[in-house]
């Protein structure tokens, strides 16, 4: 569903609310021609106790925390930046949303250095349903192991969320898209395993759970950590810190992408090779039904995650 065919019509930009139409940018903004920004996803989800942002105070740490290499002094504090998204999502009257905080150096001068340019704040918030299709959800999806490598730590920093890098997501999961799969797979420069686009990935074998490690070159996953979490609660051995090579996905008992845009998505071929029975396996099932218990507050539990609109 495009923008247009949302009922969505307000923007915060720098300290005001803005019509949806009028938010924007010059043409030469810092950030449109080099990348210079940092950004987020979070979801709001729909509860009986009215709308709630899942885990929003680790996405906001985060979201300063990436600032930091790129010297972008955010110039609203965390209690701000809150009280706006929430208004955000009451002045719309979303029930359940994705919402967009974006930091970015804006329009001043156009050299590589961004010298004295301004930095921009920006939050947006729509509703979005799955990521990669209801469907994906229970039956998986397909996926391809991409021939565009993840950027090592030592080029630019992995554990930041910035937009430009972004560029090395759209090319892989485009590579797959037009090869007929739904998602990739990006490997590392050592040829490990890192994650998806978009996703941080998790393998079942024998009945333990691993997951590439902070080493790897992927990002520190919010919804990544919520699953270890959940996973461990549950009573399963949790391998956080793993080395993953491209031919133990082919021979895993079951794959499954986390994000906050993906959730908890299956995977049930890589490289047209199926993986287990070829759909949702019981552990990643399992996760999954405990994941979306505690984010629709089917459960009390965790309470600590949720950040509730009306409160």
């Not at 890098?165 to 799969?181: D, P, T």
């Not at 009573?235 to 793993?242: L, P, S």
Request: charged share 25%.
């Amino acid at each position: 569903m495009s923008f247009d065919e949302m009922d969505v019509d307000t923007i915060w930009m720098d300290g005001e609310f803005v019509d949806w139409d009028d938010a924007q940018v010059h043409v030469l903004t810092h950030g449109l021609h080099y990348g210079s920004g940092v950004f987020e996803g979070v979801r709001c989800y729909d509860t009986e106790n009215g709308p709630a942002i899942f885990r929003w105070d680790e996405h906001l740490e985060r979201l300063y925390n990436s600032a930091k290499p790129y010297d972008l002094d955010i110039d609203h504090d965390p209690a701000e930046l809150t009280e706006a998204t929430k208004e955000l999502i009451r002045r719309q009257d979303l029930a359940s949303c994705y919402v967009r905080p974006v930091v970015f150096y804006g329009y001043g001068s156009l050299g590589v250095s961004p010298g004295d340019n301004p930095t921009r704040t920006a939050i947006a918030a729509w509703p979005w349903g799955a990521y990669l299709g209801d469907e994906a959800l229970e039956n998986g999806v397909e996926v391809m192991v991409s021939s565009w490598r993840k950027h090592a730590s030592s080029q630019i920093p992995t554990n930041a969320k910035t937009t430009g890098l972004y560029v090395n997501s759209m090319l892989a999961g485009e590579e797959a898209r037009r090869n007929g799969f739904a998602e990739a797979i990006v490997l590392n420069k050592e040829g490990n395993v890192a994650e998806g686009p978009g996703e941080n990935l998790f393998l079942v074998r024998d009945g333990e759970i691993y997951t590439p490690g902070l080493s790897e070159s992927i990002l520190d996953g919010i919804t990544r950590d919520s699953v270890i979490t959940l996973a461990e609660e549950l009573g399963y051995e949790v391998h956080d810190n793993a080395s993953i090579s491209r031919g133990e996905l082919n021979t895993a008992d079951e794959l499954f992408f986390t994000g906050s845009a993906a959730e908890v998505t299956p995977i049930r071929k890589v490289d047209n090779v199926e993986i287990g029975d070829g759909g949702r396996g019981p552990v990643t099932e399992e996760l999954q039904s405990r994941f979306f218990d505690v984010v629709n507050r089917r459960t009390d539990d965790h309470e600590e995650w949720f950040e509730y609109v009306e409160a």
